[in-house]
């Protein structure tokens, strides 16, 4: 019997899929790997091209062929390695066949959707078949949502006390040297978030079956503050974010209250502008692109000119290594509850602000987040809850070293305790 290889990288011809390749030599020190895709040719180039950059030699690197419209190729794929590092998106049209055969396969799946509907639909879907064949599929690994999922079990971690709600900060900054050319992201992302913003009615029902009926009421209740506001010593001006890692931080709730009985966490995501212009309209302008991709007819003149309805920062070419050197983010999280002698039915006494930050956060910090969670996948599976499923990065990754990994490279994350307050 031929040995299974750890990990396959699926997609790794796209413009992310390419720097998953980049960085798999360094993350996935130990294990073997290989890479899948329609064209080998392309795929002959990219670890061509990969290898020059880094100066390794690639060219003993497994690659086969696989295209998502062929079930048996998808299948073979699965039953190849250990884990699938899928970058093949949107992954609404080209996900579901995969996480299915990974599944039947008991391999283990991760990716970087940030597909709602995606998400939670293999939640529904698949959750019980997984834990039966004990594969863990894990989405979400990316910048959406590792930095919100892994800022709230590092802040959780860290209170001496019980945890009532956590409101995270999100400040991303640009510093581009280039002025004229303003691109922080890949179109590959375009079509995703259209169809998305366009179907979030599929979420009503899919969201019904996943929240638990017997959910506590949680008091003192945390209110949205939906006005432009400032936080901490933060420059920037706040508005809520209420999508992304907001709703995978509530199905990671929503998996401990139903196993294991935990009070929820009630939590807020903000997103920070400099300016407080920006900060009122940008809610607009996402009203604008939400009612544009709800119409077939609107949807395809959006798919058509992503460059002009994000004023140039989506284009086909992507962002250049300069940009994305030049992007960084940091998420502030303000966690408040009750001191360890305080009684939960008093009015919560301690706050923590904790921090997160990393650079090229859509790309480079991406690739190391969904390979960092892979290798987790494989080398801590005793860590992980039950023995399988379809579950959230926050709660598949609760108990096992995945914020230390994160913190040995480069382009991971770094996680900092800034203060604890009595208020
Ligand atoms: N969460 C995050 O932080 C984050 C960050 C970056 C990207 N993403 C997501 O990652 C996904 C990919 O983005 P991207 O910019 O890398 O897109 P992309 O450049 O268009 O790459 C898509 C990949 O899918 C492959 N593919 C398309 N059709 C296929 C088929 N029929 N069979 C097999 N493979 C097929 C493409 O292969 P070919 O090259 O052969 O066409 C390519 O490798 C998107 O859904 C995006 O939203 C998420």
Sequence with gaps: MVDKLDVIIFGATGFTGKIVVEKAEEV?????????????????????????????????????????????AIKEMANKCKIVVNCCGPYRFYGEIVVKACIEAGTH???ISAEPQFIEGMMVNYHDLAKEKHAYVISACGFDSIPGEMGVVFAERNFPGTVNSIESYWENTVDFKDKNCKTLVHTGTWASLIHVFGNTGELIAIREKLTPKDLPRLEPKLKVRSYPHKEFSLDSYFVPIQAGDRDLVVQTQNFRFKNEKKRPIQYENYIGFKSVFVTLFAPLLLAIFSILARCSLTRKVLMMFPNFFTFGILTEEGPTEDNMERQSFEMVFKTKGWTKDQLLSEEPKQQLWTRISARNPFYAMTAVAMLSSAKIILQETDKLPGSGGVISPGYAFLKTSLIEELQKYKYGMRFEILKLEQI
Excluded: F, R
């Design 109 to 111: 799946h991760v990716d």
């Design 28 to 72: 996935l020190q130990g294990l073997t790997w290989g890479n899948m895709q329609e064209e080998i040719c392309k795929l002959e180039n990219v670890l061509s091209t990969v290898g020059k950059k880094t100066g390794k030699d690639l060219s003993q690197v497994s690659i086969t062929l696989a295209d998502v419209e062929d079930e048996k």
